[in-house]
């Protein structure tokens, strides 16, 4: 029989080859994967733009970008819930584009969690080991072991109805890992938790994906959940990749005024003449100058060369304070301590700032 044959899908979308019993969680054979000049269109929208990226076995890598930039449609791509108009899937170097997700040895975990309410937290688990035809034991064994991993061993037989968020969100992971899967499939699953909540299941989701080595592909429009979970980061926008790399790279060295922004928030700025004031420098041709609001420095007094502004508001945030502050009639965003007194006029500088590209399509400012 070829694992082919022995692989089931369940009505979720969790898929994988079927466990040896032995091996569950333990062993789990991570697999690359390799998006290669994908398109996906919905009529007239072009959701997915010729996307190509490659996701290394056992990594982590994010698609972050704003809502309906086509990051869902992109995972479902990969999952086999959607075909491609054009390109090509490959996952641990098989092509799998024309494959349905029960053919994949793939498993997603669901913005909605999409359990079933009114089965146990066992059955939920055990759903797609159970449609494959595992003997009882075996899953009542993986499934233990899986609600361990996400702590909520000894919960089976509890209704799902009646979980927390929080513990539903973990049930729906429980079951994706069940059935082993070579390639996780993420999309913003911590988006209906609640902050405090959500970075604590963060935390964990991360020391369990370093534990399993899985290959993980994980949807957000969440900024610091991308810096925080990923090893790289496709920063997506309008049904393409806009940049691609690690965290700290696309944090510190973004290339376009675009990341520069989404990432950590810059302020890009095309005025020349504030450009020069703020870096003491002529910009390169074609590019702007995004600085950070925490690079920006409010001095207090004239400074031959600085840039003058105006206070307009401030904004308490604990461990600083937000300053708006507009100077040569361009608005800006700056961060000084937060006990500083802000004066009404002041003098700014860049301490940091990087060239990047101009914006050539409509952005938000
Ligand atoms: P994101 O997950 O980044 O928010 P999506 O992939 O869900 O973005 O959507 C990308 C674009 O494709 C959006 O314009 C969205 O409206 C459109 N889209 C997604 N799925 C469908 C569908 N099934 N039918 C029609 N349009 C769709
Ligand atoms: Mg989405």
């Known amino acids: ?147 361990e991993r996400v702590d909520l061993r000894g919960m089976a037989d509890r209704p799902v109805g009646a979980l927390s968020g929080g513990q539903q969100q973990r049930v729906a992971l429980a079951r994706a890992l069940a059935v082993e899967p070579a390639v996780l499939l993420f999309d913003e699953p911590l988006s209906n938790l609640d902050l405090a909540l959500r970075e604590a299941t963060r935390a964990e989701l991360k020391t369990l994906q370093k534990e399993l080595g899985t290959t993980s592909l994980y949807v957000t429009h969440d900024q610091s959940e991308a810096l925080a979970l990923s090893d790289r980061i496709a920063v997506m926008r309008e049904g393409r990749i806009v940049e691609e790399g690690t965290p700290e790279q696309l944090y510190h060295e973004p290339e ?46 004239r400074v031959e060369g600085a840039a003058l502004a105006q206070f307009l508001s401030r904004q308490f945030l604990g461990t600083h304070a937000e300053w708006a502050i507009e100077a040569e009639g361009v608005s800006l965003r700056l961060w000084a301590p937060p006990t500083r007194e802000a004066p009404e006029r002041l003098y700014v500088r860049a301490k940091r700032h990087r060239w990047v590209q101009a914006e050539n399509t409509s952005a938000p400012s």
Do not use: W
């Not at 309906?68 to 799998?96: A, M, S, Y």
């Not at 079933?116 to 066992?122: A, D, L």
């Not at 449609?131 to 064994?141: F, H, L, S, T, W």
């Open 256 to 301: 376009s005024a675009y990341v520069a922004r989404f990432l950590g928030g810059s302020n890009v700025i095309k005025n020349v003449v504030l450009a020069e004031q703020l870096t003491g420098t002529t910009p390169p041709a074609g590019k702007v100058l995004a600085v950070r609001p925490e690079d920006l420095e409010a001095l207090g007094e």
């Open 1 to 147: 029989m070829s694992s082919e044959d022995r692989r089931q899908k369940t009505e979720d979308g969790t898929a994988a080859d079927a466990p040896g019993p032995s091996s569950v969680l333990s062993s789990l054979s991570s697999v690359g994967v390799r998006i290669d000049g994908v398109s996906k269109h919905y009529g007239d929208i072009t959701a997915v733009d010729g996307v190509s990226l490659e996701v290394e076995a056992g990594s982590f890598v994010s698609l972050l970008g704003p809502s309906g930039c086509g990051k869902t449609t992109l995972l479902r791509l990969v999952g086999g819930f959607e075909q491609p108009d054009g390109g090509t899937i490959f996952i641990g170097g098989v092509d799998v584009t024309n494959k349905p997700p029960q053919a994949r040895p793939t498993a997603m975990v669901f913005q909605s969690y999409a359990l079933f309410p009114t089965m146990t937290v066992g059955k939920n688990v055990g759903y797609g080991l159970t449609v494959r035809g595992e003997k009882r034991a075996v899953v009542r064994d993986c499934v233990e072991r899986a609600l």
